[in-house]
């Protein structure tokens, strides 16, 4: 038997190069040193990622209350020219989700060892066209009402953005 101290470890994986990234250049950020602690906890966080094997959870949520909701204004939204749909309501409780627990909405920049809060709700909506899944964003979306995302969704899911030789991408 091999004692804890003399068992061969596992050759560490390559890190990747870290990334700089300017969240500031989309909106106000605030910045928060990593403790030391937090740093330790990362690692061992990231290594148990790495490590132990993954679950999914799954839940059903009732949803008859918000479905009456949206039947009853749907013909007010369509009057506005915008269609109220199931993921413009998840796309109000995300906002309110983020500032609530705004750690969710933060990065780490691991260059200089610091969380960095986005004070900004930039919103990225998965949309499945023709030419494959892409994830337009939606800027700024907690400064808009209901209405508002709705109609931006719509224009959204709508998108067929082209490339330089012009295929859809």
Not at 115 to 141: H, Q, R, S
Request: zero cysteines; proline letters at 5%.
């Amino acid at each position: 038997l091999q004692s804890a101290s003399t068992k061969p470890q596992a050759a560490a994986a390559p890190k990747a190069p870290v990334e700089n990234v300017d969240f500031s250049k989309w909106g106000p950020v605030k910045k928060k040193a990593v403790s030391s602690l937090r740093q330790k906890i990362g690692q061992k966080m990231t290594e148990s990622w790495t490590t132990i094997p993954h679950v999914t959870q799954f839940e059903e949520a009732d949803i008859t209350s918000l479905m009456e909701l949206r039947k009853k204004y749907v013909a007010a939204y369509e009057k506005k020219g915008a269609k109220l749909t199931l993921t413009s309501f998840v796309l109000k409780a995300v906002v309110t989700a983020l500032k609530k627990y705004p750690v969710f909405n933060a990065s780490l920049d691991e260059a200089t060892h610091e969380v960095i809060y986005k004070e900004y709700f930039n919103l990225g909506v998965a949309v499945d066209t023709e030419a494959g899944l892409i994830v337009p964003v939606l800027k700024d979306a907690d400064k808009k009402d209901l209405v508002k995302l709705s109609i931006e969704l719509e224009a959204l899911a709508e998108l067929r953005p082209e490339g330089e030789d012009g295929i859809v991408v």
